[in-house]
C-alpha cells in the first residue's frame, strides 16, 4: 500500500524566512502528487499538484513544488513566507486513475511568528 | 475547482445517538467521497460513494457504523451511528474533478 512520509510535525518561522516542507512517498509507479493547505478555521484547499511533465510545479500564494522521482519526493517550497502562510500542510499522493484512494501525510503544521 | 457546502457545519451529540451530515456540490460529480479527520491527525478516507450504486468502504469501516447515500450527483449523505466520544472528529466531503479531489469545509462532531 502507499504511504506518504512529512517528517516535520511543525516548522516554526520567522517572516521572509524561506520554507520547505518534506514530503516523501513509498509507490515505485506513476502517482499524482498534492499539497493542500488548511489556514486556521478553514477548509482544505487545493495548493498545487503535478501529474506530469515539469518537475518543479508552481501553486498559488507563491508556493511551488519539486518533483524528484529518484528521491521519491514531492517538497513544498516557498522563498519568503508571510504570517497569513500560518496553516497546516498536507501532501498526498493518488494513483492515476487507479482505483485506489487518495492516500495523505500526516500533515505539517506551519506557524509564521513576526 | 468545485464548491461543496455541509450541513451541519459543527454539531455536539450525545453517545448512543445518531447524527446524518448532508453534503451538496454545486454540479454534477461522478465520485463522492467521505473522510474523517481525527483530532491532531490526518485525513482518512471512509468510503466511496458512487450514485447508483453501493459506497465501497475502506478498511477499519463498515457501513451498519456509517451508512451513506447517495440519491443523485450532487448529493451524498453520511451517517454515523450509534456513536461513541471515540467518533469525535471532523467528518468531510470530497469531489473529483479532473483526477483532482475538492473538500467541503467539514462537520465538526462532538460526541460527549
Known amino acids: 500500500a502507499q504511504s506518504v512520509s512529512q517528517h516535520n510535525h511543525h516548522v516554526i518561522l520567522s517572516e521572509a524566512a524561506s520554507l520547505e516542507l518534506g514530503c516523501n512517498y513509498s509507490?515505485?509507479?506513476?502517482?499524482?502528487l498534492f499539497w493542500y493547505v488548511q489556514y486556521p478555521g478553514q477548509h482544505l484547499q487545493l495548493l498545487l499538484k503535478y501529474f506530469s511533465g515539469d518537475p518543479l510545479v508552481k501553486g498559488i500564494k507563491g508556493f511551488e513544488a519539486e518533483f524528484i522521482k529518484s528521491k521519491f519526493s514531492f517538497n513544498l517550497r516557498k522563498p519568503s513566507v508571510q504570517w497569513s502562510d500560518t496553516a497546516e500542510y498536507f501532501c498526498?499522493?493518488?494513483?492515476?486513475?487507479?482505483?485506489?484512494?487518495?492516500?495523505f501525510g500526516k500533515g505539517t503544521r506551519l506557524s509564521v511568528i513576526a | 475547482s468545485a464548491v461543496i457546502s455541509q450541513k451541519p457545519s459543527r454539531d455536539i451529540c450525545q453517545r448512543g445517538t445518531s447524527l446524518t451530515i448532508q453534503c451538496q456540490v454545486d454540479?454534477?460529480?461522478?465520485?463522492m467521497f467521505w473522510y474523517r479527520q481525527q483530532p491532531g491527525q490526518s485525513l482518512t478516507l471512509i468510503a466511496t460513494?458512487?450514485?447508483?450504486?453501493?459506497?465501497?468502504?475502506e478498511s477499519g469501516f463498515v457501513i451498519d457504523k456509517f451508512p451513506i447515500s447517495r440519491p443523485n450527483l450532487t448529493f451524498s449523505t453520511l451517517t454515523v451511528s450509534n456513536m461513541s466520544p471515540e467518533d469525535s472528529s471532523i467528518y468531510l466531503c470530497s469531489v473529483e474533478r479532473v483526477e483532482t479531489q475538492y473538500f467541503g469545509p467539514g462537520t465538526r462532531l462532538l460526541v460527549l
Open positions: 509507490y515505485g509507479g506513476t502517482v499524482n
Open positions: 454540479s454534477q460529480v461522478t465520485m
Open positions: 460513494a458512487n450514485q447508483g450504486s453501493e459506497a465501497t468502504y
Open positions: 498526498a499522493v493518488i494513483l492515476p486513475r487507479g482505483n485506489t484512494p487518495l492516500v
